[in-house]
């Protein structure tokens, strides 16, 4: 990590980007899911990320909302044909005005999906134009509807686990902090690299926060097949050094993770966040190898124990 | 920045790539949307952008571009049918010459969109071998018009947000330079990077420009879902100590701001660029906060207040 | 390799992400195809990479797939349309339940294209309803099938072919390791990066796999429109040095191969895995030439002598 | 440049990763498009890529090929409707069995682009499941057209342009090596470097060819919104020292040219190869000024001019 190699002695307070003056009540910093618990007021919604959202929202909820804009707009053509007057419409069915516009929003339908049966078809001027109109505006709609979908099936990226817990446990002479993580999909991935950084509040003054880089016994590794197992010796040099759960406690003690690992099946650098507060350590506990070599000679990997620990 | 960690002192001046030679009226050289104002000549249609042009314009400048080539594509292909006769038009009304114009247009329509209602179809193989030729370039045709309209909706990355201002404040022992950034969109932003440099021009000579870089408090931090308040201390070392904003003004000062962050939403590095000029400083002012902590314990962000400045 | 300019005196061990602990029956641990011998277990099936798997499958099996998706999702609808009765498809032969059922197959078919024929077309406001749900859904299946097909088809990067051996030929004054990798595409190619790590095996204690870097007499290249040799000399600081083919054997002795290249044609890092195992060494013989000059004063470069080897 | 930053002393000779072991005829290395003159063979036709090929052709080729893939998948399938027999295409002209084989071949034209008229329409099992397997064909094909020409038309990326020659003119208080660079497209260049590799033949011995990195006098700029004039001192320690036209000419010096730069419209990093030989050198000239300063205080840029030189 750069930051770690800038000379922090020049400074008398780092900060990794997250604001000192932190006053109100406490909360996590970094959610599970790697947000930050920030709210943003003062945008424009041309910036509220329609676009993120539909790319990240469940696939029920997105086909739900793709469902209803389509049948609006389909809704809003039929109107306009029916205002038009649905004798333009040669072969719709006019036996009463809820088939008249029945059979306007289903000629509609073919028209926007360009499927064009052609029972029905547009008669004069006027509602050919607007078919022609709608046959474009549906073309470029379904541009950003199977834009979604393609997008988000094709989502790239690795996806890491972390383990649920650290633990605190015997390590060279003395004790280490550690954490495991894996990654969930089949993607390779390279060059990972880990930064953690503990962040505490000064009760005594203005409840300031205080942000502190954590040594790593290993920053960097070259693969990442397994499960990496990343470690803070706490010794004299580690902000840790003689703390206990209750001292962890009352300095509001969280742990901010950050992964940057290189996906080589997408090319491109994905980055994970995750935190742990000071009641998710397990204090005298370590991992459990989570791997086994099957008959086949291979490695096994299962996953749903990433987080399995046993007495040290 | 990997250009202020080379050895400046052994290059008689510094450039940031701009243009020391500039002898005509002054005037910005980056504007606040961070383009240069640079004009190019001598340059073929094909390097103009027009991709650039149709990715960047509004929404409703674009979509009228697209409606207008939708029309004079499909009347060029009826000017076609009609002038191989509309009776190769089954189906087609043919009463008068606009009737028969107007039919060859909407069939064109139908099968450019490749609607196909059918109750106009080619007859004849001139009318038919058209009628495939315009099919198949209906289809590439929309697929620049539906990758344009994709790749505008999902345009990526974040959009920072500038501070109106620069002020001058105490800071330390001493005062600062500062400005004030923030991610307008929800895009999770990593590993943020300043780079400041001061433009001013020697009017002793001939209004040759000279840059100089100007040492940051911190140059990066790695997270960035608040703001980050860049900070240039006015110290002893700094090309602006002892400088007021008389002197300012008559060196012509600007100063140039590059930011490169990582979005890791959508996996690359963005860049953005912007300018203050001696007359966009507010002296003796310092910028207020502009989040608070909410209900739920969530930081909540202003982004309309980002500018807002108080008596230091 | 950033890896390889940390201090790697300050560890004991050094492991590139891959475990030492590893007891069972050996194996090699990177296939020639750079995949890693791990399964993964205890994931849910959203992360085993359905994705990556129609990426990456052959063209056979993937069209296949992608055939029967649109056999028995057409199969699915002319269900739903025969349930509702084939009455309300205006135009289908209903001479036999097999005919009705074939042209609900048929009708389906055409509104999922979208082609709409029009010579069968929904009547009713149920079997319209669901014509009109099919149109969209076939969009949007489609979507997710002519993504794949051009993802498949454009899929970007390079494809770095290995010697099928290494071998151990004089060099300078002593012996070196050397393999040989090209560019099998035709894209560009920049700044290759080596990496070689020897994994062996600790019999005497517990199977414990131990990794040691090769240092290299060149890691990085700028430009790879040839071959390139890569070459680690045997010399007193070599792991190899005193080493011959028994006692590699009786070390399980493994080269693993990391080539890190940057693909300029799509823009994008590659990265590419590779393994040698001690039997996979020629000893005492050197690569052959691989390219001629040809008439036209070019370099001619054939592929298929990569690995030729003669007697050094 | 990283290559540059090894300590090159520890190396007997510098390979930028092109051979030394050349013999023949003596060609150009680079060639003005970038390309290097090389060949290969022994490659499948799957690595000779055929997707490049279509996105680096011109429009007119490119067009031309996808037209000719057109008419030729439709005469096949015109074939296989036309050997089932043209009766089972309801409303086909069965006048001559080539209006047969006309009727057939726009019916599948008609199911292949999904316009689907539907005048022509398919009747029994064996000509609708035809018809079915064309209009998914059809689908997945214009994938790939549709894909091809998006992708060719939002081609990202900036396009260098060189100045023609290089000059050696007056530098400081001796003489420099200088040639001109800039973009040719709007997009907006971020972080350029530049690298210079002086390529010499001694023909003393057996036509080796050698590499010598050119020290330059600014390696990188942080914006190329202008030109950038790149500049190598000829002083004591340069390989030029001392050497004219003629003896430049006798060890076929060829200078080797990488230019590295960010597109930040694109996100992406792009790479520009040139090389000049000694024969592409104006002694005693220097390059004139290119840029003006309209009425509007805009910097003009003409790149006509990028290579105009005047006497030094």
Redesign the interface.
């Known amino acids: 990590?750069?930051?770690q190699s800038?000379p922090l002695r020049a400074?008398q307070e780092f900060?990794?980007?997250?604001?000192q003056?932190?006053?109100?009540?406490?909360?996590r910093v970094i959610n599970k899911d790697?947000?930050?618990?920030?709210?943003?007021?003062?945008?424009g919604w041309r910036?509220?990320?329609v676009?993120?959202h539909l790319?990240n929202s469940g696939w029920l909820w997105f086909l739900t909302q793709?469902?209803m804009a389509?049948v609006v707009l389909?809704l809003g053509f039929a109107g306009v044909y029916y205002a038009i007057g649905v004798e333009s419409l040669?072969g719709a069915d006019r036996s009463t005005p809820l088939d008249s516009f029945?059979s306007a929003f289903?000629f509609s339908?073919?028209?926007f999906?360009?499927?064009?049966?052609?029972?029905v078809?547009?008669k004069g001027?006027l509602t050919?134009t607007v078919?022609?109109f709608e046959?474009?505006m549906?073309?470029?709609s379904?541009?950003?509807?199977?834009?979604?979908?393609?997008?988000r099936?094709?989502?790239?990226?690795a996806?890491l686990a972390f383990s649920e817990k650290m633990v605190v446990a015997p390590f060279n002479d003395g004790r280490a902090l550690m954490f495991r993580i894996a990654n969930?999909?089949?993607?390779?991935l390279?060059?990972?690299e880990a930064?953690a950084?503990l962040m505490t509040v000064d009760k005594a003054g203005e409840h300031k926060r205080k942000y502190q880089p954590l040594k790593l016994d290993?920053?960097?590794?070259?693969?990442?097949?397994?499960t990496?197992t990343i470690v803070h010796s706490i010794d004299e040099s580690s902000p840790l050094w003689g703390l206990d759960t209750e001292q962890l406690e009352s300095l509001q003690a969280e742990f901010l993770i950050?992964i940057?690992v290189?996906d080589?099946?997408?090319?491109?650098?994905?980055?994970a966040?995750y935190s742990y507060t000071w009641d998710e350590i397990e204090w005298g506990r370590k991992f459990e190898?989570v791997?086994?070599?099957?008959a086949?000679?291979?490695?096994?990997?299962?996953?749903?124990?990433?987080g399995k620990t046993m007495p040290a």
């Open positions: 990590m750069a930051e800038m400074r900060d990794p980007g997250l604001t003056r932190y006053t109100g009540r406490l909360r790697g947000s930050f618990n920030v709210r943003k007021r003062g945008v910036e509220t990320g676009f993120l790319l793709a469902w389509y389909n040669t029945l289903f339908v073919q028209t999906t360009t499927v064009g049966y052609g029972h078809s547009p001027m050919s078919a022609s046959a474009m549906g073309l470029l379904f541009a950003i509807g199977t834009g979604l979908v393609y997008a099936f094709s989502r790239p990226s996806k969930r999909r089949p993607n390779v390279m060059e990972s930064t950084i290993r920053e960097r590794i070259l693969f990442l097949p397994l990496w950050l940057k290189f080589d099946t997408f090319g491109q650098p994905v980055h966040r190898q791997f086994t070599v099957n086949d000679g291979d490695l096994e990997l299962d996953l749903s124990d990433l």
